[in-house]
């Protein structure tokens, strides 16, 4: 059964624990004393991102269609399990960041060797063992949770979020930072939101006929990518969320 | 980790353990597993909660933060964190001792108070050292003086403590020249608290040198006023024979169970649990008598002073409420968890909070006055023995384990027990040492930690160091652990000591790990390590002597106040867990490496007890081969290595 992990987005204190923990169990040597030795450090794939005055805990998708392993040119980017998450291989990604650019998420980021990408893996060794995902454990609410995708609650989340790929972001969203001046049509390789450079026009258009996709899809910076994903996940939570009995704050 | 072999080590332990599963009770243990895991950026000591324009918290992995809002680094943080451990566990300490030296007070110019002057020589003694004229004045006018002197050394803002000027004049002048002499006791934790306030300190360096200032403000004053003067006025310890563990409460005697630290009140119980109306209203209960039993360092004050048995440890409160036979725990400070009040309630027990510091909801209070102390500790006494009608005989289960110890020795009677009455002096064992017969010296002290399985970190520590020659003393919980496995019994040599150890410890009739006391009298650690630098042979300095410390299980703040002045004091020391530092990489090299040349001695980390053992042992013979000692008499289990 494929798994997702969803956000509680009101039970998240901002305590960014799922980020150490994360970092953790993506250490070599698992434990928080050694992990802090090791060199290079090891490096979170799950990142706290303050959406007004909300944190909200954000990872990759695991996308169904997920652009990342479609574009990825030298296929280190794998679903190697149908049901189960997207994985990097360290030894063939040369870290050329096609992935990084085209992740409607953000969530894939370069290491700090600059080697390879470094995404969550759903902690797929953990699993493996019976246990939860490290960043879900660590959480001391209970707002990140490891789900069935066939569980409503994920399904709701996981249709909202989707709806990334084609929903404008309105110009008035509250306190999203970066995405408030709205969009301003993105050119020369440019964020549309805040006019960061994203990359380069031609590796932007190419990437976007990869996916066949507007390449001013793509014309969004990672900062202002995760902004939009995280006011997402708020929105979903505000349309209330039955499957965890608390309904509407 | 839900077997009770991995929570603790202690057979009675692990039967109260199994019987909390089984009636679904939660002990400490349940609530550690339930909190993990644990706050990472907490353990690394770099989340700051000083000011409101946080909290902040430096990111030890991601490209986060690494500074806090008003920009100070994962230094400046995390070492502002761990001095404040510092102030409060020095403040812990030091307050004891000012309760001490108050009831000291209140013995002396009030007879009807209770208190005694147990020991007017050693009055005598700090008298003098005070400079004050003792000449044609009576017990009670001296001690009357001592106690002033001893208070305004709280409230002293220039100069420096009469205690730590006891120490050996080379380590004086380190101090002195490094900043490090405390002035006042309270001066020293108010600054520190200052320092470190917003916008103040930044420099983790000088903030860590503030921090050693106000723990050898309690190690040399807090502490060490309060182990002299409870001397004063309960008597100072000599080595007495008593019992330990939950097996000392009895079926058919009122179980009266004293928890905490300070003895100035427990001491005033003791006095009661004899008084013949209470003794015959218990009768009249159907019960054969009182019987008092200690818990923690409040336990340790009775055990070495009064023989009284020593119910267990810290982890132990919880599990001497599950033996249903505890008809009151009484609480003073420190170390009591809360948890206590809901436990008691699944019971007939009552709990009791005696200190107007330390009081807990829905709890009966009944507060101590030092004024009318044997008629509260009667009136405490009391809610004890009428609950014993409360009793349920068939939720009384008490596991039958309970060990022989030897306790009560102090720095003093070293000069006693090793020289004997005609000559008392630390030279046979500066001999012992010199010759090759002892390693070295080890205090293996500190709490218990649920982190660790209950004992393995002390017991284990202890054998490797007895087996390889090496005289250990305890104190605290460390202590009580010890007893439990039998280690404070003279038989301990024989079994488990190496052969140069044995041969002392048979040549005396004396355990291989020595109980010197409680928490507050690790201060005899350092008096005791002054006495061998002052005897002779064994270099001019504490930092030159081959002795160690540990704190295998810790967890109080106190154990890091402890920590500081130990190794300010000259003492190479091991913790078991990190202390909250290793976020913040400058400080923590600080700590493990270049407070070596400031003070002569640096901590290290360690859980495995048998490799910190070694680390300890490899200390001493660096030490030893550095005064040009004998070599070891015997072959060792652990051998010294060669350089």
């Keep these: 059964m494929p798994r997702v992990i969803i956000v509680d987005v009101e039970k998240c204190v901002g305590c960014h624990s799922c980020e150490v923990a994360c970092a953790i169990a993506h250490s070599t040597a698992k434990t928080l004393v050694e992990a802090m030795q090791e060199q290079p450090p090891p490096q979170p794939s799950v990142a706290v991102v303050a959406v007004g005055e909300a944190a909200v805990p954000l990872q990759c998708r695991h996308c169904e269609d997920a652009p990342c392993v479609q574009v990825c040119p030298r296929d280190a980017l794998q679903r190697p399990d149908p049901e189960g998450p997207v994985l990097v291989d360290h030894e063939l990604c040369t870290g050329c960041q096609a992935c990084v650019i085209v992740c409607p998420f953000g969530m894939i980021t370069m290491s700090s060797d600059g080697k390879s990408v470094i995404k969550c893996d759903l902690c797929i060794e953990r699993l493996g063992r019976g246990e939860q995902p490290a960043c879900v454990e660590a959480c001391p609410t209970g707002s990140l949770q490891l789900l069935d995708t066939a569980d409503p609650a994920a399904q709701e989340q996981r249709q909202a979020v989707e709806v990334i790929m084609t929903a404008p972001v309105q110009q008035d969203t509250p306190g999203a930072g970066d995405l408030s001046a709205g969009d301003t049509g993105g050119a020369d390789g440019q964020c549309k939101f805040c006019g960061e450079l994203v990359a380069r026009p031609a590796r932007i258009k190419r990437l976007a006929d990869d996916l066949g996709i507007d390449a001013q899809e793509l014309c969004i910076c990672q900062k202002c990518r995760r902004a939009r994903y995280s006011q997402l996940l708020c929105k979903s939570e505000a349309m209330g969320n039955p499957a965890d009995g608390r309904g509407e704050a | ?643």
Excluded at chain 2, 17 to 35: F, G, K, N, S, T
Excluded at chain 2, 496 to 510: D, P, R, S
Excluded at chain 2, 518 to 531: E, Y
């Design chain 2, 1 to 643: 980790m839900k077997e009770p072999s991995r929570r603790s080590v202690d057979s009675a332990a692990q039967q109260m353990i199994a019987r909390a599963a089984e009636d679904q009770v939660d002990l400490v243990w349940d609530r550690y597993e339930a909190m993990q895991p644990q706050c990472g950026f907490g353990q690394l000591g770099i989340c700051c909660r000083i000011c409101h324009m946080g909290p902040c918290r430096v990111d030890p992995f991601g490209d986060g933060p690494q500074e806090g809002v008003c920009g100070a680094d994962a230094n400046a943080i995390a070492a502002r964190n761990l001095v404040r451990m510092i102030a409060a566990g020095a403040a812990a300490h030091s307050d004891h001792g000012r309760d001490v030296a108050l009831a000291l007070l209140e013995a002396a110019r009030n007879p009807d108070s209770g208190y005694k002057i147990r020991d007017p020589q050693k009055l005598a003694v700090i008298a003098q050292e005070y400079g004050l004229d003792t000449e044609g004045k009576s017990v009670p006018e001296i001690a009357e003086a001592v106690a002033q002197q001893a208070l305004a050394e709280f409230g002293q803002q220039e100069g420096e403590l009469k205690f730590a000027l006891r120490a050996p004049a080379s380590r004086v002048k380190v101090w002195r020249e490094r900043g490090l002499m405390p002035r006042g006791i309270d001066r020293e934790i108010v600054e520190l608290m200052h320092q470190t306030a917003m916008g103040v300190d930044a420099d983790y360096r000088n903030i860590i040198k503030q921090g050693m200032r106000a723990a050898l403000a309690d190690g040399w004053g807090g502490s060490m006023i309060a182990t002299d003067l409870q001397d004063v006025l309960f008597g100072s310890p000599q080595p007495i024979r008593a019992k330990t563990n939950l097996g000392v409460l009895k079926e058919d005697h009122v179980n009266i169970v004293v928890h905490g630290h300070e003895p100035v009140l427990s001491e005033m119980i003791v006095e009661a649990a004899r008084d013949s109306e209470l003794l015959a209203r218990a009768r009249e209960l159907g019960a054969d008598g009182i019987n008092l039993a200690g818990q923690c360092c409040t336990g340790n004050e009775l055990l070495m002073r009064k023989g009284i048995p020593s119910a267990g440890t810290f982890l132990h409160q919880e599990l001497a409420i599950m033996t249903g036979a505890v008809d009151a725990m009484v609480v003073d400070v420190q170390c009591v968890m809360p948890r206590l009040a809901e436990l008691t309630q699944r019971f007939h027990t009552q709990l009791l909070t005696t200190s107007r510091k330390a009081k807990i909801p829905h709890v009966q209070h009944l507060e101590f006055r030092e004024g009318q102390a044997l008629t509260t500790a009667k009136e405490i006494v009391s809610v004890g023995v009428e609950n014993f009608a409360n009793r349920n005989g068939q939720r009384v289960q008490i596991p039958a384990e309970q060990m022989d110890l030897i306790a009560g020795f102090t720095a003093e009677y070293v000069n006693t027990l090793l020289g004997g009455r005609f000559r008392p002096s630390y030279r046979p064992l500066n001999d012992a040492i010199m010759t090759g017969r002892i390693r070295g010296v080890a205090g293996v002290v500190g709490c218990e930690n649920p982190q660790v399985p209950q004992g393995s970190g002390h017991i284990a520590m202890s054998k490797e160091l007895i087996k390889n020659d090496v005289l250990v003393v305890v104190t605290g919980c460390s202590a009580l652990a010890d007893a439990r496995a039998g280690l404070l019994c003279p038989e301990a040599a024989l079994e488990w000591a190496g052969e140069g150890l044995k041969e002392v410890c048979e040549a005396i009739g004396m355990p291989p790990v020595l109980h010197v006391g409680s928490c507050v009298d690790n201060s005899r650690i350092l008096i005791a390590c002054t006495n061998m630098v002052t005897e002779g042979g064994l270099g001019e300095d504490i930092s030159d002597l081959p002795v160690a410390g540990a704190a295998p299980e810790w967890m109080s703040e106190k154990a890091i106040t402890i920590g500081y002045y130990v190794v300010a004091s000259g003492i190479y020391t091991v913790f078991g867990t990190p202390h909250n530092v290793l976020g913040a990489p400058d400080l923590h090299k600080l700590v493990v490496d270049e407070l070596e040349e400031m003070v002569g001695a640096r901590f290290d980390f360690e859980p495995d007890p048998i490799k910190a053992a070694h680390m300890m042992i490899a200390h001493m013979d660096k030490k030893r081969a550095a005064l040009g000692l004998d070599e070891m008499m015997y072959e060792q289990a652990a051998p010294v290595a060669t350089s």
